[in-house]
């Protein structure tokens, strides 16, 4: 059968580089695409946008009889590309654009949770920087005070929270969300959360909008530089698994955060179908609280669970768009390898804030067992190898420990070459600390 991935980025290339190791698939189509699509064996990229010509994509679906889509980015899910491929009868994985709320509105996110139970932060959602920032000033003058978290209520890539360790800066980062100068329409409302203490991990599932199929857990790293220092990114590295989430955390959430979520979307008519990714903060008695919802897998995290997965991923995902996800838990004890897997972000020089463009790509390490170099902002000119975003590689690889993998991954990314290229030497220093 052939297949579609909608998206361009590392999530993407790892996705479809999963998708095309199965013996059932012929090939994988990748839109756009980058570079590193171009190259993989069984993977060809498709010179259609989703987002400014779905019409284009649902043509092409057609013709060539692909067997189902997987949509890897948020935008698209924003703006409705599974309605319109649902509305023709074609088979595709992703939550609906009202489904995706989850994600493309904080407001509406932390409103639905707060309806629902689901375990949470407290917040205020604001449309007026005034008002935000007098709030902000009231959460200071409290104890604990801060961090405060500031968020952008829309899409921002990753790049929209700020978790202030002051007043002026969050002030500072109300008021430049409020003014659209980085973020555009995404800051034009901004909620303001409470700190969650604790240890962040990401719960990230299959649903078919009555049941969900975990996927391996991971740990991504959010911080710029090294021991969690820096400005937020997109993320700039993961790891699986993460020891954090033991069995006992894994069946609480599914059990507290994951089932109460389908039934609550289901019950306000909004089935879920696709990837739910649950960013979560772990207290010290091991009670697990959302920090955020993301439709989609994670974007380092994907790397690592996709270099862990053995099993046959078109199975689970098309259990997961007909419907019965739980006829798949068999699978579970045999669908993924003991190995940690560990990914390294290599990211452009002004990375988050004003990332260089265009970097002739100089080395590339060459193909070996148990590691991968996904890309993500990279694009071909002519015989040239550039980047073409902020986040331009993960390296990616297997160990027989967490430190195993993360030597393994370092090595790999110590061989890529471009001018100004960036990266932490310390992904997965904190499952490390803890026994795998």
């Known amino acids: ?3 579609l991935v909608i998206g361009g980025g590392g999530r993407e290339h790892a996705l479809a580089w999963r998708l095309a190791k199965s013996p059932r698939v012929q090939k994988v189509f990748v839109a756009p695409g980058n570079a590193g699509t171009a190259r993989e064996d069984g993977l060809v990229n498709l010179a259609i946008e989703p987002l400014s010509d779905p019409e284009g994509l649902i043509a092409f679906v057609q013709h060539e009889r692909i067997a189902f889509t997987v949509v890897g980015p ?3 899910l924003a703006a409705g590309l599974v309605d319109r491929f649902l509305s023709q009868g074609l088979k595709i994985f992703g939550p609906t654009r009202a489904a995706a709320q989850l994600e493309s509105s904080k407001d509406f996110a932390k409103q639905f949770m707060v309806r629902h139970g689901i375990p949470t932060a407290g917040f205020r959602t604001f449309n007026d920087p005034t008002a935000a920032s007098a709030y902000a000033a009231e959460q200071a003058s409290r104890a604990p005070g801060v961090p405060i978290v500031v968020k952008a209520d829309g899409l921002a890539a ?9 007043l002026g800066e969050a002030q500072a980062a109300i008021a430049a969300m409020f003014s659209g100068e980085h973020l555009g329409g995404a800051g034009s409302r901004v ?5 969650l203490a604790g240890e962040e991990a990401s719960f990230i599932v299959l649903c078919d909008g009555k049941n969900a199929f975990a996927l391996a857990t991971s740990q991504d790293h959010k911080r710029l530089k090294d021991q969690d220092q820096g400005p937020n990114t997109g993320g700039m590295g993961a790891y699986s698994p993460a020891p954090v989430v033991t069995p006992e955390v894994s069946a609480r959430v599914m059990r507290e955060i994951i089932r109460p979520t389908l039934k609550a979307m289901a019950s306000e008519g909004h089935p879920y179908v696709g990837f739910l990714y649950a960013g979560l903060m772990i207290d010290r008695s091991a009670a697990p609280r959302v920090v955020e919802f993301n439709c989609r897998l994670g974007d380092p995290e994907t790397q690592p669970i996709m270099m862990r997965m053995r099993g046959d991923f078109t199975v689970l995902i098309e259990h997961a768009i007909n419907g019965c996800l739980d006829q798949v838990e068999p699978l579970a004890d045999t669908l993924w390898d003991r190995r940690p897997a560990v990914g390294v972000v290599l990211a452009a020089a002004g990375y988050p804030q004003a990332p260089c463009l265009g970097d002739a790509i100089a080395a590339l390490p060459a193909d ?5 170099l996904f890309h993500a902002g990279t694009r071909q ?3 040239r190898l550039v980047t073409s975003g902020g986040r331009v590689f993960c390296a990616t690889a297997l160990g027989e420990t967490i430190k195993d993998a ?3 991954a370092y090595r790999l990314a110590d061989q890529v070459r471009f001018a100004g290229c960036q990266y932490r030497t310390d992904i997965g220093h904190r499952g490390i600390a803890l026994p795998s």
């Open 1 to 3: 059968m052939k297949l």
């Open 74 to 76: 948020e935008a698209p």
């Open 158 to 166: 990753g790049k929209g929270v700020v978790v202030a360790e002051s």
């Open 191 to 195: 909620v303001i959360e409470d700190f």
């Open 368 to 372: 070996q067992p148990d590691a991968h």
């Open 381 to 383: 000119e002519g015989d």
């Open 406 to 408: 993360q030597a393994n």
